[in-house]
């Protein structure tokens, strides 16, 4: 089993906030592959189903962002798991809007509810982080992360959630190259080519009739054969 994590804070007050785009990546997912319905356990709401051959837990923890680590190490002790199965999907400051990158351990850059995941578990868990953009300066960011997103982003973050679910079965495998390319085909799809077609090669020009032969007799030998 391997457990996906979304971050955000619980209840409709947030649901569109910058900061729950971790929950919405999972509740994107849930709904296109065939999750159980959501429940409450662990200090959050899980649902169970299956990526290809994997079995998988979905947990959103429902202990607001800076806790979030209670609920992830309560059901990483539960089902006997090792932090290397846990994937936590967080949104970014330092990622433009609508990129996505993965990444294994490391820090929490001040992100809260990654601060309270390695105080519970450690860092070696795998994030896949979700670029919402910076608003400029570090004053602003709790007023930026706790904002609905403007309607402008609608077109974008609805390709990135749809990317997330087509690629979180190769994500599930552990393969974060295809899974980073399912992203990009929802997020860049492939441009169609605008060069003309090609044109169809000229048909070859008909030789030319063959010449009549040339007749070499004088005017003088031309009318003494009529008289022969």
Not at 134 to 160: C, E, I, Q, T
Request: aromatic share 8%; glycine share 12%; proline share 8%.
């Amino acid at each position: 089993m391997k457990l996906f994590v979304g971050l955000g804070n619980p209840g409709p007050k947030y649901a569109a906030n910058r900061h729950n785009i971790g929950f919405m990546a999972l509740d994107r997912i849930a709904a296109d592959h065939g999750f159980s319905p959501w429940k409450g356990k662990f200090q959050g709401a899980i649902a169970e189903g299956r990526l290809g051959r994997n079995k998988i837990l979905l947990l959103k923890p429902e202990t607001f962002m800076n806790l979030s680590g209670q609920s992830v190490g309560e059901a990483m002790r539960f089902y006997k798991l090792d932090s290397t199965d846990i994937t936590v999907f967080h949104d970014e400051l330092d990622l433009a809007p609508g990129k996505c990158r993965v990444k294994s351990g490391g820090g929490h850059a001040g992100h809260n509810g990654l601060r309270s995941i390695h105080q519970h578990i450690g860092p070696h868990y795998d994030r896949v982080r979700l670029g919402i953009g910076h608003p400029g300066h570090k004053n602003a960011v709790s007023g930026y992360v706790l904002r609905d997103f403007p309607k402008a982003d609608a077109n974008w973050l609805d390709d990135l959630l749809r990317g997330l679910s087509d690629g979180a079965p190769h994500l599930a495998d552990g393969d974060s190259g295809k899974f980073m390319n399912a992203v990009a085909l929802r997020v860049n799809p492939p441009r169609a080519s605008n060069k003309p077609a090609p044109r169809a090669a000229d048909p070859a020009p008909e030789p030319a009739p063959d010449a009549a032969p040339q007749d070499g007799r004088s005017k003088l030998q031309k009318l003494m054969d009529k008289f022969k």
